[in-house]
């Protein structure tokens, strides 16, 4: 079997660490990236199974990035990783086929849930 990739996108390093290192437990391989432009770089280099992606970036808004990545992979599964979990943000969200939408703080539960089955 391959070793699934996966990229998270988030310019919290604490966030990053962790659900790498959750991930790196599960047996998946992991990169990061702390704005969109780096995300969208790795994604490129990187070619994930799936991304873990903040919505509040210094760059600008998670949002504006899935259509490039769809439209690099139309496979890729997107998870929502954000501390802003309004309607709002969970109706968008939607309108972009996001299945997993995780409210920080996050948990381990939330992240193996998100990821499986891949």
Known sequence: MDIKKVLIIDD???ICLL?????????YETTVANTLAEGEQKF???NP???FLDLNLPDGVGFSIIPK??????????????????VTERSEAKKHGIQH???????RDAVI??????
């Open 101 to 107: 939408f995780i409210s920080k703080p996050l948990n």
């Open 19 to 27: 659900v790498s290192s959750i991930l790196r437990k599960e047996g």
């Open 12 to 14: 919290e390093i604490d």
């Open 44 to 46: 490129v280099e990187f």
């Open 49 to 51: 199974h799936v991304v």
């Open 69 to 86: 990545l769809k439209k690099l992979n139309s496979d890729i599964r997107i998870n929502i990783v954000s501390a802003y979990d309004g």
């Open 113 to 118: 849930q998100a990821i499986n089955p891949i």
